[in-house]
């Protein structure tokens, strides 16, 4: 089931950030990109981005985004994109 209250294409708020979908220049403008989690719930460009780029960066978060996909725990799943930004941006 998709985290999105809309069918794909229509949502503009990302359900991992709650940015702007596709993204803050192109609002409502095209759909977004597809998660990985399900391959149905639509996440905003930058997500789509991290959630690419974040398994091959740090060993830790691509564990955690399995596991979370295994066990089809969103939450989880969701803030280890949230802290893999955050780990973009020089922090912990
Ligand atoms: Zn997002």
Redesign the pocket.
């Known amino acids: 089931m998709s985290h999105n209250p809309k069918p794909f294409g229509e949502n503009t708020s ?1 359900p ?4 702007d ?1 596709p993204s803050p220049e192109n609002v409502g403008k095209y759909a977004g990109a597809l998660s990985r989690f399900d391959n149905e719930t639509e ?2 460009s ?2 789509g981005q991290m959630e690419a780029l974040a398994p091959m960066c740090w060993d830790d978060i691509r564990e955690q985004l399995m596991e979370a996909k295994e066990l089809n725990f969103w939450d989880g799943w969701k803030s280890t994109i949230v802290l893999a930004y955050f780990r973009g941006q020089g922090g912990a």
């Open positions: 990302c991992i950030c709650y940015g979908v996440v905003c930058s997500c």
